[in-house]
C-alpha cells in the first residue's frame, strides 16, 4: 500500500515511512491510494470471527509488505488482550471500548502503534521523539502504549485544567521515557503546536521526530478493527455478556441475544462521539471495506464544525469551547481534511449525520440513562447517546439496530458523572493510575517555548 498527503498525490510512500513521519512534507496527513475491501469470505465470517483475526484481516492490506504476516498476527495478540464487548443498554446496544489498560479507546490506536514502530524501527540507532497533542484521553493511552519501549520518547502535550485529574495523572504520571508539557491555552493550541514542530526543518535535522494522534495513519487505522467485528456481530444476531469493566449495576444486566433491535440481516448503525473525528474516518474505512454497516452519527459538543459542514456545506474551524465533555473539546479537527480528501460533501451526506449537544442535555442523559438502565454514561457517550435520541423524534428516526460509542469509562469522569449518579464502579487501571503523581513542565502556547523544551 502506497500513501499521499490529502494536499498533493505525488511522492507516494509506503507505510513505515507514513506511519513513521507522522505529517507529509508538506503539512498534510497521509492517507492510503485506496480503501482496500473485504474478501467475500471475510465478509461473510465477520459475526463469527476471533477479534484478532479481524484484526489481522483489516490491516494486513495497509501494512504489507512493512509487516510481515507472521509479525502482524503476534502484533494484534500482543496489542489486544482486551475485549470490545457490544451489550444491550435498553433498545439500544453499547459498543463498550473502555477495557484496555486505560480506559479509553484510544488504547486500540496506541497499542497497535507502538508495537507497529519497535519493529519497524528494528535495529536503529538514533532515538526517535514522539510528539503528541492531547485533549484528554490520547496522552494517556499513547504514554501507556509506548512507556518502556527502548529506542523512543513521548512528549505528550495537553491543555492546562481542561483535562481531568485522573487523564493527567494517566498522561504525567508515569516519568520514565515519558514527559508530559501542561499548555497555556486549548487543545487546539496544543495540535498547533505539535504540527509546527513536525513541519520545522532545523528541528526535524536535530531530532527524529513523529506523531501519535489521529494525524498518524498508524493509530487511525486500527480503529476501523471494532466497527467490523460490532458490525458483524449485530449483523449475525448477537450481542455479548457484560465485561469485567461494563459500568452497570448489580441486577441491570441485559440478556445478550435477539432484542435490543439486534435482528440477524440488518446492517448496524453507529454513533460516533466526535472531536477530532480520526475515530469516525476509521469508521468510514471499515464501512467502505465492506463492513455491514448501514451509516453513522457523528454526536459532538457545541464545537459543531463537522455538523455544521454536513448541515450547511460550508466548513469554518474556529477556536475550540470548554465542555464536560472535553476530550471532545476541538474547534479544527484535523481529520476533517482527511474526510474532505477522500469523499465528496454529497457522499460524506449520505454516511453521516451530524448533531450537536450541550452540557445541559449531557448531563440529564447521564441521569436518564442511568436511571432506567442502572448503567453509567460517560459524558463523551452520553452526548452520542442524546444524539441518537434527538434523531429518533425526528422526521427521519433510526431504522434497525443502533450502536453508541462509550469511548471512555465513566470512571474516569468521576467528578462530572458522581453527582449525577452516585458511585461510579472503577476498574483496576484506573484505581491504580489515582495513586500516580503528576510530573509536567507547564509551557505557553507559544512554538518557541515548545522548541525550547524538546
Known amino acids: 500500500m502506497r500513501y499521499y498527503s490529502t494536499r498533493s498525490r505525488s511522492d507516494p510512500v509506503n507505510f513505515a515511512t507514513a506511519a513513521l513521519t507522522g505529517l507529509a512534507p508538506d503539512g498534510g496527513l497521509f492517507i492510503p491510494e485506496e480503501i482496500p475491501v473485504y474478501s467475500e469470505k471475510v465478509k461473510r465470517s465477520l459475526g463469527t470471527m476471533d477479534f484478532h483475526d ?11 509488505p512493512e509487516i510481515p504476516a507472521s509479525v502482524l498476527e503476534d502484533l494484534v495478540h500482543s496489542a489486544y488482550p482486551f475485549p470490545a464487548p457490544l451489550v444491550p443498554v435498553g433498545d439500544r446496544l453499547v459498543l463498550e471500548l473502555f477495557h484496555g489498560p486505560t480506559a479509553a479507546f484510544k488504547d486500540f490506536g496506541a497499542r497497535f502503534m507502538a508495537r507497529a514502530f519497535s519493529y519497524l524501527r528494528r535495529g536503529e540507532d538514533k532515538p526517535l521523539r514522539i510528539l503528541v497533542a492531547t485533549s484528554g484521553d490520547t496522552g494517556g493511552a499513547v504514554a501507556d502504549g509506548f512507556y518502556g519501549v527502548e529506542g523512543i520518547s513521548v512528549t505528550v502535550l495537553y491543555p492546562k485544567g481542561r483535562v481531568t485529574p485522573l ?6 504520571g508515569l516519568g520514565g521515557n515519558i514527559s508530559a508539557l501542561a499548555v497555556e491555552g486549548s487543545f487546539d493550541d496544543c495540535q498547533g503546536l505539535v504540527k509546527a514542530a513536525l513541519s520545522d526543518e532545523g528541528l526535524k535535522k536535530r531530532l527524529t521526530l513523529s506523531s501519535a494522534n489521529s494525524i498518524n495513519v ?11 467485528a460490532a458490525a458483524g456481530k449485530a449483523l449475525a444476531g448477537k450481542t455479548d455478556p457484560d ?16 432484542a435490543h433491535g439486534v435482528k440477524a440481516g440488518t446492517p448496524l448503525t453507529i454513533c460516533v462521539p466526535s472531536g477530532n473525528f480520526g475515530n469516525l474516518t476509521a469508521g468510514l474505512y471499515a464501512l467502505k471495506m465492506g ?29 475550540s469551547q470548554a465542555t464536560i465533555s472535553n476530550a471532545m473539546d476541538v474547534g479544527a479537527p484535523s481529520n476533517f481534511e482527511r474526510m474532505k480528501s477522500h469523499w465528496p460533501l454529497e457522499e460524506l451526506r449520505r454516511m453521516i449525520r451530524g448533531v450537536h449537544i ?3 442535555d449531557t448531563r440529564k442523559t447521564i441521569v436518564a440513562v442511568h436511571e432506567a438502565n442502572g448503567y453509567f454514561l460517560d459524558p463523551h457517550g452520553a452526548v452520542g447517546w442524546r444524539a441518537a435520541d434527538i434523531l429518533d423524534k425526528g422526521s427521519e428516526p433510526v431504522k434497525g439496530p443502533l450502536a453508541v460509542l462509550a469511548t471512555a469509562h465513566p470512571a474516569k469522569f468521576a467528578e462530572t458523572v458522581e453527582p449525577l449518579t452516585g458511585p461510579v464502579p472503577a476498574p483496576a487501571s484506573i484505581q491504580s493510575a489515582l495513586g ?18 524538546l
Open 54 to 64: 479481524i484484526a489481522f484481516e483489516t490491516i494486513t492490506p495497509y501494512v504489507h
Open 167 to 172: 487523564q493527567e495523572r494517566q498522561i504525567a
Open 218 to 228: 498508524a493509530r487511525l487505522i486500527p480503529q476501523a478493527v471494532y466497527y467490523s
Open 243 to 258: 465485561g469485567e469493566a461494563t459500568p452497570r449495576l448489580p441486577g441491570k444486566s441485559a440478556s445478550p441475544g435477539a
Open 291 to 319: 463492513a455491514p454497516i448501514a451509516g453513522f452519527i457523528a454526536a459532538t459538543n457545541i464545537n459543531k464544525a463537522v455538523p455544521d459542514y454536513l448541515d450547511t456545506g460550508e466548513y469554518n474551524a474556529r477556536q
Open 358 to 360: 450541550n452540557d445541559e
Open 436 to 453: 500516580r503523581t503528576v510530573s509536567a513542565r507547564v509551557i505557553p502556547a507559544e512554538l518557541s517555548a515548545f522548541m525550547d523544551s
